[in-house]
């Protein structure tokens, strides 16, 4: 199972950005989706998962900011990013629970994107 991930970039504060995560290779199925970021010198931390059922989880700190989806038929999760802030600057890594033809379930991880928000 292979993650692509695309979307980031450079934005002012208060802009948007749309992060996307398709999902590729011998796929029977994929339960939970989710996005991480990592900013630098700080550890790695949870920003939103949806699962296949759609319930969705979100940081705090991004609550009524970002959204997060998924499109199963495309085994693809986006993640909407509004009002961005400085602080949202990191690397932001796509997260797949999933399991490939004849094997057993696996978290797989994207190559990260970078988003940098400008003040």
């Known amino acids: 199972v292979q993650l692509q991930a695309s979307g980031g970039g450079l934005v002012q504060a208060g802009g948007s950005l749309r992060l996307s995560c398709a999902a590729s290779?011998?796929?029977?199925?994929?339960?939970?989706m989710g996005w991480y970021r990592q900013a630098p010198g700080k550890q790695r931390e949870l920003v939103a998962t949806?699962?296949?059922?759609?319930?969705?989880n979100y940081a705090d700190s991004v609550k009524g900011r970002f959204t997060i989806s998924r499109d199963n038929a495309k085994n693809t999760v986006f993640l909407q990013m509004n009002s961005l802030k400085p602080e949202d600057t990191a690397v932001y890594y796509c997260?797949?629970?999933?399991?490939?033809?004849?094997?057993?379930?696996?978290?797989?991880w994207g190559q990260g994107t970078q988003v940098t928000v400008s003040s």
């Open positions: 290779g011998s796929i029977f199925s994929i339960n939970a």
């Open positions: 997260n797949v629970e999933a399991r490939a033809y004849g094997s057993s379930w696996f978290d797989y």
């Open positions: 949806i699962t296949n059922g759609e319930n969705t």
